[in-house]
């Protein structure tokens, strides 16, 4: 799954439509569409780490599924 549910993020948003949605004619189109699929990409990596990153600090070092 692209995104968790209920994760309406605009990265999520704009993946499911550039996935629905193939890439333009010829070859700048398809130059276009694969650089705005590597951009929300790059968001939604940043989004997950952050997200992993503040449940990690929520948890005590002396927890075994903290690392």
Known sequence: ??????GGSQA??????????GPGHGRLG???HMRA?????RVLLVER??????S???RAPQDP???
């Open 1 to 6: 799954m692209l995104c968790e549910r209920g």
């Open 12 to 21: 999520c948003t704009d993946a499911g439509l550039l996935l629905s949605h």
């Open 30 to 32: 398809a130059w276009i």
């Open 37 to 41: 699929l590597a951009r929300v990409c």
């Open 49 to 54: 780490q952050v997200s992993r990153n503040i």
């Open 56 to 58: 990690a600090t929520d």
């Open 65 to 67: 599924t903290w690392w």
